[in-house]
């Protein structure tokens, strides 16, 4: 059973209502969307840090700032790729 690299590695994109749901304070939401962005965030870590214990550590604090500036999304661009810039600036 092989997964396409692709389809594996990338961030996945929460309902925009959950995104709204988690801006507003709803914590279920919030858990929501980083659940779904977790996988990406870390293999995205692994790839750039090549080591999983450091990837690990890195996902933890990006997963930290993604939900801290949550307020701070504006739905011009898509929820991942917002996600994506804040991963690739932390590593």
Not at 35 to 54: E, K, S, T, Y
Not at 67 to 84: G, I, K, M, N, Y
Request: charged residues 20%.
């Amino acid at each position: 059973m092989g997964h396409s690299k692709g389809n594996f590695m990338k961030i996945q994109e929460p309902a925009r209502e959950m995104i709204q749901d988690a801006i507003a304070g709803d914590l279920t939401s919030g858990d929501g969307i980083i659940g779904l962005i977790q996988p990406g965030i870390f293999n995205l870590a692994v790839r750039m840090l090549g080591n999983r214990d450091d990837a690990a550590a890195a996902t933890q604090e990006i997963l930290i700032k993604v939900v801290t500036h949550l307020s701070a999304f504006r739905s011009e661009s898509a929820f991942t790729t917002w996600v994506f810039r804040i991963a690739k600036n932390h590593l």
